[in-house]
Each structure stands twice: as structure tokens, then as C-alpha cells.
């Protein structure tokens, strides 16, 4: 070959190099995660998100990427981070951690896909127009806190039969927690159970309401579902601990990470199957015509070890119903 067909060849190809990029990288979609947790203690639910991507054919790093925003439960930070996200033009918006976060990425984007995890009542709220026709641009997993209020209620009963007075641990700034409370309180009128109620939006808040509890002699605890609690978990546990509050919780974690007993929907698959539903949306599915999912498996997780600690006995028949036992 001639020196200056040479370098016609070689100009042509470098002339194709970014082409050929800008190419490669448009048909690898980027995927928004906008969460009002932390990723310290989110790190099984990602997994369970990349399980569900996986299940579509998407795996991150290959041909998905994937743009992480925590808002590690400062709820007022989440506009922003949803913000950045439209304006980094994702594909979709994967919406996790509770109400919060739907609210701030439907007030982002009304054109760009959201697949939620939350609490709450989408229809009541105006996110969807159905759960089986969401009709907008939002879809996704919907774990109702009313579906297991009472029963974690009955359960914590059932532990702590002496409990004249059972506390309840809400963050008034969290919007399901009003309805929250609504079905607690429901659930307590109907068996005659007097309950007492102990707000906290901060890490001071919280080391101010078990302080209360402990004067008030509560004799059990509900800890209310909110990613705010979720982000200061151990400091929770650890304080239920120091005052010797039996306490049920409503995510498997907690349990799991030295609470007494935790009674919920499970979170690991309520983030798989977003992430089904985030794949069959880059494949082209549109989310008003995907059909919010409800959860229909529910976990039951006690930490025998920590019952020890508090002098309490578990019921055997409590014990056969667990999904798991930690010893």
C-alpha cells in the first residue's frame, strides 16, 4: 500500500472512532436509582434489583449502567437528586425507599418511566389512576403497611402478653406514616390495646422518644416502616436494647441485625421484581399498562437470642409460624 493511501485508510478509521462510541454508548441505556435510603444498608436490596435487571437481560456494567442518587434520609434532598437524574436523561427511574422519593421523581419528570418501591396508597395519593391501569408514567411495587399493621400488632401482643401500654416510634415528616398510625391505632381500638405515640425526625428525636418511653413504661414498641428509621437502624436496635423495649420492626433487616422480631412483606423480591419491571420497560413495555404489584409473601423473622436477653419466652407455636429463627 502507497504512504498516502496509507493514510487515507487510517484517517477514515480514527474520523469513525468517536462515530462508533457515541454508537455503542446510546444503545446502552442508563438507568436511575433514586433512593431515600442509604447504601450501606441497601446493600441486599441492590443485589435484589441487579437479580431482577438480570432476569430481563440487562446486567449492569455490560449493557446497562446504572446512576445511584441517596438521599440517606434527608427527604429534602431528593428534588435535587431528582433533578440531576432527568437532566442526566435516564432512561428510566427506578424509585425506591417510600413515597418520598415517587413524589420528588414524578414532580422531575412526567415523560420519563418510573418503576417504584413504596408504601402508601398509590390511587388515594394521585400517583395512578389503578392498580391494574396505572394510565401515567409510574408503575411498581406496592407493600401496604394496612395489609400487616394489625397483625404485627397482634404478634407483638402475643410476645409481650403484659404490655398494658405498647408504644408506637413514628417520623411525622415520612407522609405514609399518618396512615401508618391510622391502621395501628384501628388495630388497637379493635382489641382495646392502649397505645402511645413517640415521634422522631432526627437523631436527636430518637434518642428523646425512647428516653420517653422508658418514663412512660412502655411495656412493647412498634417501630414504624420509614427510611429515615431504616438509615439509623443499629442506633434504633441498639437504644431498644439499652432501655429493654421488646420491639417489633417492619423490615426482616432489623431482625437480623439483633431486633427482637420483625413481621413484613419481603423487600428483597418487592426490589427484584422493579427490576423486572425496569427491563421489560427498556424493552419497550410502557408503565401505564404494567399493573402494580402487590406483595403476597410476608416474613416473620424473631431473634431468639435477643427474646433470651429480654426475658422473654416465644411461644412455640409463634416459632413454628417463622420463616426464620435466629439462634
Known sequence: ????????????????????????????????????????????????????????????????????????????????????????????????????????????????????????????????????????????????????????LGLLRELVPTAAIIGVLQNPKYPDSATQLEDIEEAARTVGQQIYVVNASTEQDIDAAFASLSQQGIGALISGVDPFFDTRRDKIIALAAHHAVPTIYGQRAYAVAGGLISYAPSFTEAYRQAGIYVGRILKGEKPADLPLVQPTKYELVINLNTAKTLGLKVPISMQLLADEAIE
Open 1 to 152: 500500500m502507497r504512504r498516502r493511501d496509507f493514510i487515507k485508510v487510517v484517517a477514515g478509521s480514527v474520523a469513525g472512532w468517536p462515530l462508533a462510541a457515541h454508537a455503542q454508548q446510546a444503545t446502552t441505556p442508563l438507568i436511575g436509582f433514586l433512593s431515600s435510603r442509604s447504601p450501606n444498608e441497601s446493600e441486599a436490596l441492590v443485589a435484589a434489583f441487579r437479580q431482577g435487571l438480570a432476569e430481563t437481560g440487562y446486567v449492569e456494567g455490560q449493557n446497562a449502567n446504572i446512576a445511584f442518587r441517596w438521599a440517606e434520609g434527608q427527604y429534602d434532598r431528593l428534588p435535587q437528586l431528582a433533578a440531576e437524574l432527568v437532566k442526566t436523561q435516564v432512561a428510566v427511574i427506578a424509585s425506591v425507599g417510600g413515597s418520598v422519593s415517587v413524589l420528588a421523581a414524578k414532580s422531575a419528570t412526567r415523560t420519563i418511566p418510573i418503576v417504584a418501591v413504596s408504601g402508601g396508597d398509590p390511587v388515594k395519593v394521585g400517583l395512578v389512576a389503578s392498580f391494574n391501569r396505572p394510565g401515567g408514567n409510574i408503575t411498581g411495587v406496592y407493600p401496604s403497611s394496612g395489609l400487616f399493621s394489625a397483625k404485627r
